[in-house]
């Protein structure tokens, strides 16, 4: 394949939320303990494989700029922030657990597990909505703005990472089942036509 991009993706380091089994969405904290941990780890498994990068792009959202700023720390980069790169916005479900889901919005929650990719929550948005910012940005912003750039680095969220994954045809709707570990790192190539997935939910482990 005549490959014209190379994606990293690093999904953001654990937050109090994610360890207390939250929906996050757009509402905005910070890594806890953990999570930089494990920045630190994906920084250093980066280094280990020798990556660079032409351009990096993070999401605005508190978690994913730590893990950012961490990895630039270690690898001495830039980054911009991308707006488009933001997680799904959860609606009314928005900074519940699944438990207090569960009890507050039973059929809700039904719905949106029956079809989590499609559902608009109420407030909130579908993930066919973050599919089309993220569509925007790969076939439209990148090649018109930053027309040189070929190795790329994207600090995001889960919902994002999904929706790569099936616009670039390497996962079906299924996708949106799949968990991803925080920090954990996917790699593909593509000519945002034909796209291999070169390394996927890798999580790397604790530095010595």
């Known amino acids: 394949m005549d490959e014209k991009y190379r994606f990293t993706i690093v999904r953001h380091g654990q937050t109090p939320g994610n360890s207390s089994n939250r929906y996050l969405g757009i509402t905005d904290e910070d890594l806890n303990s953990i999570g930089v941990q494990q920045a630190r780890n994906a920084a250093q498994f980066l280094l280990q494989c020798r990556k660079s990068f032409d351009i990096c792009f993070s999401s605005p959202l508190l978690r994913c700029v730590h893990t950012a700023n961490i990895l630039k720390t270690k690898m001495n980069f830039d980054y911009l922030i991308e707006p488009k790169l933001r997680e799904r916005n959860y609606g009314v479900f928005e900074g519940l657990t699944r438990d207090e889901v569960k009890q507050k919005y039973p059929d809700l929650l039904q719905q949106y597990n029956q079809n989590k990719a499609r559902m608009i929550l109420p407030q909130g948005e579908s993930a066919l909505d973050v599919e089309s910012r993220i569509h925007s940005f790969l ?37 949106y089942y799949t968990k991803f ?23 790397p482990a604790n530095s010595p």
């Open 181 to 203: 570990q925080n920090a954990s790192i996917t790699q593909i190539h593509t000519d945002l036509q034909v796209s291999e997935l070169v390394l996927f939910n890798k999580t």
């Open 139 to 175: 076939w439209e912003d990148l090649p018109q703005k930053f027309s040189s750039a070929r190795s790329v680095l994207l600090i995001t969220h889960l919902n994002p990472l999904r929706a790569i994954l099936r616009l670039l045809k390497l996962k079906t709707w299924d996708i």
